[in-house]
C-alpha cells in the first residue's frame, strides 16, 4: 500500500475515534432519556425533551457555520477543537446537578459535533482519490454506526448499573485519545477562504425558529393545541424559518447556501437525509420506549435489544460504499430506505404486548441493514457532483438538515406518546415512520442516474 493510502486509512481511523465519541451518546440519549424520569419524576417528558432536542437544534443551526470555520482556520485545527469542546460538554452533563445544566452541556457537546463534524468528513474525503470515495464514506459510517451500536447496549447497561451520568462521562477518553493521536496524524487543509463568515444572525434564526416549531409540539400536551402560547409559538417559529430562506437568497454569506439546491442530485441526497433521519431517529427513540413501557423490561435489556439497529446499520457501511464505487449511489440509496421502511411496517403490525424477541431482533437487524445501505451511500449521493471547495459547506448543510428532521420527529413523537404510552399510542409513531423513510426512498430515486465526474461550475446547468 503506497504512503499515501496508508495516511489516508489512518485519517479515517482517527476521525472515526473521534466519531465514536458523538455516535455513542448520539444513540445512548434515548436511554438515558428513560431513566432521567426516574431521576427527576417532577419533570414532565416534555420538559426532559429537550436532553435529546437541545442538541439537536443547536447543532443543526450551527454545523453550516462550522463547516465555514473549519474552511477558514483551518479543518485539522478546528476538527481537534470541535472534537475537545464535545469532551467538554459531556463532563458538564455528566456532572450536572440539574436539568438545566445539563441542557447547557448538551448545547456546548452540540457546538463541538457542529465544528468537529465537516471538517472530520472534509479531511476524510481530501485524502482519498475521488474513485475511492464510496469506501471511504461506508468504512466512516461502519465507524459511526458501531458506536451508535455500543450506545444503546453499553449505555443501558451503564445507566441500569451505574447511573444515567456514567454514560455521558464514560465517552471523555475517547475524545481526548482522538485529540491527542489526530493532532499527530491529520495534515492540515483549508477549504475557500470568505471574506465573512456565514450569517450568524441567519444561525441565530435557525436555531430559535426550530426551537420554537419543537417547543409548540412538546407542549401540545400541557398548553393544547389551539392554546394561544401553542399557536405563537408555532407561528413565531415558522415566520423565522421562513425569513431566513428569504434572507439566504440575499445574503452575501447565507447559513444555508441556496445555491448548491441547483445541483439535482444534493437536492435529493439532501432531502433523503433529512427524511431518513426523521424516520431512523424516530425509530430509535420509540424502540426504546417500547421495549421498557409495553414489554416492562429493564433499561439494560432495552438497550441491548435496541443496539442491532445500529450494529447492522455500522457493518454495512463499508458494503453500501463498494457498491456505490461501482453502481453508483443513487440504487442504494433507495433501495436502502425502502428496506427500512419494509422492516418497520412489518414490525408494526406483528409485534403485539407479548414479548416476542425473535421476531423483534430478526426485523431490527433487516431495518438496520437498509439502514446501513442508506448511510453508507447518502453523503455520496448529495456530494457527487461537487467540487472540493462545496463539500464541506454541503456536507454541512447536510447535517444541518438531519439534525432538524431529527429533532422536528421526536418532538412528534413525544407528543404522541405522551408520558405512559401503550400499545395503542405507538401505532401513530410507526405510521410517521414507515411513512417518512417511503418518502426517503422516492426523493432518493428521483436524483437520477449517475454521471461521470465533471468539473462542474456554479455558472453551468446542474440540473441536466
Not at 95 to 109: D, E, H
Not at 427 to 450: L, N, Q
Not at 451 to 460: H, K, Q
Request: aromatic share 10%; glycine share 12%; hydrophobic share 55%.
Amino acid at each position: 500500500m503506497v504512503p499515501a493510502m496508508r495516511h489516508a486509512w489512518a485519517t479515517v481511523a482517527v476521525v472515526a475515534l473521534a466519531t465514536f465519541q458523538v455516535a455513542m451518546t448520539l444513540s445512548a440519549v434515548f436511554v438515558v432519556f428513560v431513566d432521567l424520569g426516574n431521576y427527576f419524576p417532577d419533570a414532565s417528558n416534555a420538559e426532559l425533551s429537550w436532553a435529546i432536542n437541545a442538541f439537536t437544534i443547536v447543532s443543526a443551526s450551527t454545523v453550516v457555520l462550522g463547516a465555514a470555520i473549519g474552511d477558514q482556520w483551518g479543518r485539522k485545527r478546528v476538527a481537534l477543537t470541535g472534537t475537545g469542546l464535545f469532551a467538554l460538554g459531556s463532563i458538564v452533563a455528566g456532572t450536572a446537578p440539574g436539568i438545566t445544566v445539563l441542557i447547557i452541556g448538551r448545547c456546548i457537546q452540540a457546538l463541538g459535533a457542529a465544528l468537529s463534524g465537516p471538517s472530520s468528513l472534509a479531511l476524510v474525503l481530501e485524502a482519498f482519490p475521488y474513485e475511492k470515495r464510496g469506501i471511504a464514506i461506508g468504512v466512516f459510517t461502519m465507524g459511526g454506526g458501531l458506536a451508535a451500536a455500543a450506545g444503546p447496549a453499553v449505555g443501558g447497561l451503564i445507566v441500569e448499573h451505574f447511573g444515567w451520568r456514567w454514560a455521558f462521562l464514560a465517552v471523555v477518553p475517547i475524545g481526548l485519545i482522538s485529540v491527542a493521536v489526530g493532532a499527530a496524524i491529520f495534515r492540515e487543509s483549508y477549504g475557500v477562504r470568505r471574506e465573512q463568515l456565514p450569517d450568524p444572525i441567519g444561525s441565530l434564526m435557525l436555531m430559535f425558529g426550530i426551537g420554537s416549531v419543537i417547543l409548540a409540539l412538546v407542549q401540545t400536551d400541557e398548553w393544547g393545541w389551539l392554546d394561544e402560547r401553542t399557536l405563537i409559538a408555532a407561528v413565531a417559529g415558522l415566520s423565522l424559518i421562513a425569513v431566513l430562506l428569504r434572507r439566504s437568497i440575499h445574503h452575501p454569506a447565507p447559513i444555508l447556501d441556496l445555491d448548491l439546491y441547483r445541483y439535482r442530485s444534493f437536492r435529493a441526497g439532501n432531502a433523503g437525509i433529512a427524511t431518513f433521519a426523521a424516520s431512523f431517529f424516530t425509530m430509535q427513540f420509540a424502540a426504546i420506549f417500547f421495549l421498557t413501557e409495553v414489554w416492562g423490561y429493564e433499561i439494560g435489556r432495552a438497550g441491548l435489544l435496541a443496539s442491532p439497529y445500529f450494529l447492522a446499520t455500522g457493518l454495512m457501511g463499508p458494503v453500501a460504499g463498494r457498491i456505490v464505487d461501482r453502481t453508483g449511489p443513487r440504487p442504494v440509496v433507495a433501495t436502502g430506505a425502502a428496506m427500512w421502511a419494509l422492516a418497520v411496517l412489518v414490525l408494526a403490525v406483528s409485534i403485539g404486548e407479548e414479548p416476542d424477541v425473535g421476531l423483534w431482533l430478526t426485523l431490527v437487524v433487516a431495518g438496520g441493514i437498509g439502514s446501513g445501505l442508506f448511510w453508507g451511500s447518502a453523503p455520496t449521493l448529495s456530494l457527487e457532483d461537487l467540487d472540493g471547495p462545496r463539500i464541506a459547506r454541503a456536507s454541512g448543510i447536510n447535517q444541518t438538515m438531519q439534525s432538524a428532521g431529527n429533532a422536528l420527529a421526536i418532538a412528534v413523537a413525544i407528543t404522541l406518546l405522551g408520558n405512559d404510552p401503550s400499545l395503542s399510542d405507538f401505532t401513530p409513531v410507526f405510521i410517521m415512520v414507515i411513512g417518512v423513510g417511503a418518502i426517503s426512498a422516492t426523493v432518493s430515486w428521483s436524483a437520477g442516474p449517475r454521471t461521470a465526474r465533471v468539473a462542474l461550475d456554479l455558472a453551468d446547468d446542474p440540473t441536466s
